[in-house]
């Protein structure tokens, strides 16, 4: 098969033939039909987010694609089914607390490097092999380059249900006007939130979002100021904040991740999802004395669990999640560094570059 190769951090990827995977028992073997590109991979394919990927490596995070061979213990999936390949990989030998990888993108510990050591190559191929658990039928129609965002927006679906939204609830979405902040905007108010308040430091991504989603959404525009930027955040909610999820990037300074937290009630839920500190600088802290007299609930989420895979795919599916709007740019396997490229300068709210393999 043909795959595009990460062989060194800073290198650009080579695209050639390298040997056809070979699925055994507990996996499918799928035909890649599309793979987003996310904005930041040229950062981490250059090494400055410093996954841990160990190249040689067919990278990738999750795709849509095709099943062109299934297990003896798969007892649903069928050859030629559409299948979403989810790329959270977890082990099976911890029901409790499993080793977790992403496939083909990132890993968490020692026991997750091990099981990407397994599981290592990703969808920049023209075939993956996935386990038979990561594979979810999509409706027969669906088109799959614009499905491919299913990888964007399973991310803060995830986080909303950590937070336990619930329909009518306001929620504040911390990092609104990026990749991922944007699609937690659309899922949130996909999933039944009354009201969500967007801050953020692009008025003309806020002026978007205020278009498309009318009423329901409230923008704020940041100036950098914390005690200003959380006292006008408390009062664009009118009325108390119950969630705050927060999707800010590395760069961003956790001065302005405590403006948002800080603007949830008591008894509210705060949901941590973002990459502030990664990269250096200050951590994130918040007072003790606030969180407890307050009752507060601070949780960390990476990724989301299996069953998100599921309730996403019938967000989308029943129309409750819209994809039509959203800006889909493909490249073929030939042009990946260009894909890489494009991706980096258009990373704004719902622009999706997507990867076609089998183009």
Known sequence: MRAATLTAFGSPLVVGEVPDPEAGTGEVLVEVLATGVPPYAAEVFGGERRYPLEPPVVPGVGGIGRVAWVGP?????????????????????????????????????????RLSR??????????????????????????????SALGVHTIPYGGLLAGRLEAGETVLISGATGNLGSSAVAVALAMGAGHVVAPGRNRAVLDLLADRFGPRLTPVELTGDEDADRTAMTAAA??????????????????????????????????????????????????????????????????????ANTGMIRLVATGALDLAPERVTRFDLDQVNEAITWAAAHGGPFDRTVLVPGA
């Open 73 to 113: 213990d798969a007892t649903k999936l069928k050859v030629g089914d559409l299948v979403w390949c989810d790329s959270t990989v977890r082990a099976r030998d911890d029901a409790l607390t499993p080793d977790i990888t992403l496939q083909g993108w990132s890993s968490r510990g020692e026991g997750g490097a």
């Open 118 to 147: 397994y599981l290592h190559d990703g969808p920049f191929a023209e075939l993956m092999r996935v386990p038979t658990e990561n594979a979810y039928r999509l409706p027969p129609g669906a088109e799959a380059a614009r499905w």
């Open 238 to 307: 009118d009325g108390p904040i119950d969630l705050v999820l927060d999707l800010l990037p590395p760069r961003a300074p956790s001065t302005a991740a405590r403006a948002a937290a800080m603007t949830v009630r008591e008894y509210g839920r705060v949901v941590l999802m973002g990459g502030v500190g990664m990269l250096g600088g200050a951590d994130f802290a918040l007072p003790y004395p606030w969180i407890m007299r307050n009752s507060v609930t601070v949780r960390g989420q990476w990724m989301y669990p299996r069953t």
